[in-house]
């Protein structure tokens, strides 16, 4: 997972995060779910692909880490890659704990996301080639496809379904003039993001409307701002007092969250942070570095995944901490999925 600096600088722009509430609305009623989160645990010092259902581990496969989930009825879709006794890296695909070969092994390759639709399955994935290059593609039902891109090098981080659009984010760069830009694919056509130098991490869907959360370069400064996209228009967090991260995003009704961590300077420890509508709730304090990778959201329920200052798999449940094991572990994804 790429980290990227972001200092927030600027008003909160209307069209971005603007909550609005439709009058004659009932009250939001809470659903019972179940918490899916996926990521690595470690036993005998090396990293195996863990999920958690509501807290319980299950280990999917040894040398491997799980990047994202996804659940529909009795099934779970599980992602990220298995190692190689060299290190390559295997992109991987579980189903209900059955594990299949996505690609060949690479220095450093694995998947990114998986999205479902209907009785088809979506899966992003990054593979590296020789001599440094990398490109993304896109499984649709175990075929693979190389996402088009404009750059040298491509990065797939994110992926969402809207209606019948498949959206996936992140990155093209050109190593040539040294330019990093934001870009998604909408059903595997290449867009490049407004607002220059940036990135993109991360992006759902709501209502019909697209919000993507990155990383914009401000040269000037010499560090990024974090960057927030509605149907493709920029703007960012009202929060000049610190040096933030995001990384996800999550939508619930009308109201976006975003999630990561903040700097009060540039060499303090991170703080965990949530921004619901623009304004930050802090999940830990500035005495100890921790990080975050995930956010899902149920009625007022707000979930955030990530690990400890020791490097221990945690989330934040409405601002509770819950460990998930005591070893070198990390959580990447955390879900909500409504019960039937």
């Known amino acids: 997972m790429r980290r990227y600096l972001v200092i927030f600088i600027s008003i909160l722009l209307t069209s971005g995060f603007t909550s609005c509430k439709k009058s004659g609305n009932k009250p939001d009623e ?20 863990t999920i958690w259902k509501n807290g319980v581990a299950q280990i999917l496969s040894s040398l491997s880490e799980a990047t994202s989930i996804a659940v529909k009825g009795r099934d779970v879709h599980v992602v990220g890659r298995s190692l190689t006794a060299t290190g390559k890296g295997v992109i ?16 450093y390759s694995g998947a990114t996301g998986i999205a479902l639709s209907g009785n088809d399955v979506y899966i992003i994935g990054n593979i590296n080639q020789t001599g440094g290059g990398r490109y993304p593609i896109l499984w649709k039902n175990g075929i693979g496809q190389t996402l088009p891109y404009s750059g040298n090098i491509a990065v797939a981080e994110g992926i969402t379904i809207n209606g019948s659009d498949v959206y996936i984010v992140g990155y093209v760069t050109n190593s040539i003039n040294s330019t990093t830009k934001a870009v998604y694919w909408k059903n595997g056509i290449e867009t490049i993001l407004p607002g220059g130098a940036s990135v993109a991490n991360d992006v759902t869907s709501n209502n019909g409307e697209v919000f993507i959360v990155g990383g914009k370069s ?3 400064e010499n560090v990024n701002t974090a960057i927030f996209w509605k149907n493709g228009v920029p703007s960012v967090l009202p929060d000049e007092t610190v040096i933030p991260v995001a990384y996800a995003i999550a939508a619930h009704d009308n109201d976006i969250y975003l999630a990561g961590y903040s700097h009060y300077s540039p060499y303090s420890y991170a703080v965990v942070t949530y921004w619901k509508n623009g304004v930050a709730v802090r999940l830990s304090d500035a005495n100890s570095a921790s990080d975050v990778y995930s956010i899902a959201v149920n009625s007022d329920d707000v979930y955030v995944g990530g690990e400890t200052p020791v490097g221990t798999a945690v989330f934040w449940k409405n601002g509770t901490l819950n460990m998930l094991s ?14 039937s």
């Open 30 to 49: 809470k659903k019972e779910v179940d918490v899916y989160i996926a990521g690595y645990t470690t036993v005998s010092n090396k990293h195996v692909a």
């Open 92 to 107: 991987t695909y579980w189903k209900n704990g059955i594990a299949a070969k996505l690609a060949d092994s690479v220095d």
């Open 218 to 220: 401000l040269a000037a």
């Open 326 to 339: 005591n070893t070198d572990s990390r959580v990447y994804k955390i879900i909500v999925v409504p019960r």
